[in-house]
């Protein structure tokens, strides 16, 4: 009767598992499920970070339950939630914006789910609940590109300024570095800031209004929050019968393969690298959450500046 019995057993314990969002491994182990709210698809950098996210849960053998938000705040919360429902065993998530988190992480500690918050940062007025923050130092980057164009320029330009996705972490620490750079350099001034959403097409219309603006053929440089704006960016400036990378200097964040390309062509001036394939690191911490190690509570992502002079000889390896 035992020896009948044991299957069952087997069996019915397979099926809860399965049935909480836990799957078995062929060994029957358990297998980690994990509910991962990506922002959206808005820039090469983003469509990087996806891949880096999706190719090593693959290797890893993990139950990834990706959800894309397009963008919206609401649709990351109602991911989150569902995750939540479905009894995920971790939740990782980039955060479109930095504020309006709090109810959402409130349930989903109340749940028991531990959080790993993946290359952006939550303002939240309690501690404990994330438990770790990966990702990279955005105000060094808005510094690095400042006093990048400070050096190029001897202390003078005129800048335009294309900013991120509005309240979001890297919008709002990008320009915090770069204007912290920028106080002590008085002949560098920012004549007109606007938001293109780390979108190319936005990019291309902000910059198409900037110049038609009757302060337009002031502009020395720019200053865009992400390669994918600066490329649409240097598009209108063509438009506008100039010469992108000479006429106006165009230094911008991410280092993704179309701006190393935009400097072999003379185009762009210089990326700051932002490094998105933090596939990696992010389920290392990811594993040692869900076994209840002990993680730093910031994880920090190592990266370079790049010039004209170096983007041919960088080009082969770029990665993304
Ligand atoms: O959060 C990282 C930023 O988001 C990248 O710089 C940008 O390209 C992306 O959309």
């Not at 050096?151 to 204007?179: H, N, Q, Y």
């Not at 002031?218 to 063509?238: R, S, V």
């Not at 596939?279 to 993680?295: C, M, N, T, W």
Request: aromatic share 6%; hydrophobic share 40%; with cysteine.
């Amino acid at each position: 009767m035992k020896k009948l019995l044991q299957p069952l057993v087997a069996l019915l314990a397979g099926l809860l598992a399965a049935g909480c969002g836990q799957k078995q491994t062929d060994s029957g182990e358990k297998k980690l499920t994990v509910g991962f709210s990506q922002i959206g698809a808005e820039s090469a950098w983003r469509t990087a970070n996806t891949e880096s996210i999706k190719a090593e849960a693959a290797k890893r053998g993990i139950n990834l339950q990706f959800a894309d938000a397009q963008q919206k705040q609401e649709n990351q919360i109602k991911a989150l939630r569902s995750f939540i429902a479905q009894g995920v065993d971790v939740i990782a998530f980039s955060p479109v914006v930095e504020t309006g988190w709090e109810p959402v992480l409130k349930e989903i500690k109340r749940a028991g789910i531990p959080v790993v918050l993946s290359d952006r940062a939550v303002k939240v007025s309690e501690e404990g609940l994330y438990v770790t923050f990966i990702g990279s130092d955005f105000v060094e980057e808005g510094r690095r590109a400042a006093r990048w164009l400070a050096e190029k320029t001897g202390g003078k330009a005129v800048i335009a300024e294309l900013v991120g996705t509005p309240g979001s972490a890297p919008a709002i620490d990008r320009k915090k570095g770069f204007e912290e750079i920028l106080a002590s350099h008085p002949g560098m001034r920012i004549i007109k800031s606007q938001s293109g959403d780390f979108t190319r097409a936005k990019g291309k219309e902000v910059m198409e209004t900037f110049l038609k603006s009757p302060e337009g053929r002031q502009i020395t440089a720019l200053y865009a929050h992400n390669d994918d704006m600066a490329l649409g960016a240097i598009q209108a400036i063509e438009e506008a019968g100039l010469k992108p990378g000479t006429d106006i200097l165009i230094v911008s964040i991410d280092g993704v393969r179309a701006a190393f390309e935009a400097m072999v062509a003379g185009k762009l001036n210089c990326t700051v690298e932002c490094n998105p394939l933090i596939g990696p690191q992010l389920f290392d911490l990811i594993e040692k959450v869900a076994r209840g190690e002990p993680v730093p509570a910031r994880v920090a992502v190592e990266e370079g500046v790049f010039d004209q002079s170096q983007a041919a000889a960088a080009l082969p390896t770029r990665q993304y």
